[in-house]
């Protein structure tokens, strides 16, 4: 059983920054892929940021590449999620997922676990 713990969210202005944090637990967690996800109000939930718990291969959404970095911390069983150069348009609920499935990690249904969010707002 894995377990996710969303933190960092809040309002922010456009060209701020945030970082993101998600807290894991679980024994085997290093086994898992993790994964940013985010949804929009009245629109699905879409694929921000991927990352291979023990190796650090990362992947990114086209439109984040360059402003987002997803990383992890083996220590401390937490990913994060640095969003730079935040825009209005990445205001929403940010999800942090696991999987063990491999491939299609930018589809919603090959994660087994998901965290309950955490609001973004980017305003103009």
């Known amino acids: 059983q894995v377990q996710l713990v969303e933190s960092g969210g809040g309002l922010v202005q456009a060209g701020g920054s945030l970082r993101l944090s998600c807290a894991a637990s679980?024994?085997?967690?290093?086994?898992?892929?993790m994964a940013w996800f985010r949804q929009a109000p009245g629109k699905e939930r879409e694929f921000v940021a991927h990352?291979?718990?023990?190796?650090?291969?990362?992947r990114y959404a086209n439109s984040m590449k360059g402003r987002f970095t997803i990383s992890r911390d083996n220590a401390k069983n937490t990913v994060y999620l640095q969003m730079n150069s935040l825009r209005p348009e990445d205001t929403a609920v940010y999800y942090c997922?696991?999987?063990?499935?491999?491939?299609?990690?930018?589809?919603?249904?090959?994660?087994?676990?998901w965290g309950q969010g955490t609001q973004v707002t980017v305003s103009s």
């Open positions: 997922a696991a999987t063990r499935t491999v491939g299609a990690v930018t589809e919603t249904y090959a994660y087994d676990y």
């Open positions: 679980g024994r085997t967690i290093s086994t898992y892929d």
């Open positions: 990352i291979i718990w023990s190796s650090g291969y990362t």
